[in-house]
Nanobody
Framework: QVQLVESGGGSVQAGESLRLSCAAT????????MGWFRQAPGKEREGVAV???????SYADSVKGRFAITKDVGKGTLYLQMNSLKPEDTAMYYC????????????????????RGQGTQVTVSS
């Protein structure tokens, strides 16, 4: 059974940075798409970023140029480097992994991925 465990969330001031990590077990990070989505109170889930098995990436316009998604296949870990954080980035962030291999997906599809973690809270104050 796939397990995804996020870490790295916290409370920061606007303009600061955080790096989220997602440790995956029983999952081949090299063969399938993985990504991040977030959900703020009272709002719908929003895809943030995706990295596909071929290394291609896709980002929401709201985070493009500030966030970077990477993965370490050897460690089975997905990362989200978040720079220049804004109060509107405040949300619960979730790691997600697709069950099928070899797909090339867009960030908008991440909230629908079959496997997801429990989330890590990010709070940005002004």
């Amino acid at each position: 059974q796939v397990q995804l465990v996020e870490s790295g969330g916290g409370s920061v001031q606007a303009g600061e940075s955080l790096r989220l990590s997602c440790a995956a077990t029983a999952y081949s990070a090299s063969r399938s798409s993985m990504g991040w989505f977030r959900q703020a109170p009272g709002k719908e889930r929003e895809g943030v970023a995706v990295i596909n098995s071929d290394g291609s990436t896709s980002y929401a316009d709201s985070v493009k140029g500030r966030f970077a998604i990477t993965k370490d296949v050897g460690k089975g870990t997905l990362y989200l480097q978040m720079n220049s954080l804004k109060p509107e980035d405040t949300a619960m962030y979730y790691c997600a992994a697709h069950s099928l291999r070899g797909l090339r997906l867009d960030y908008q599809s991440v909230p629908a991925f079959q496997n997801r973690g429990q989330g890590t809270q990010v709070t940005v104050s002004s």
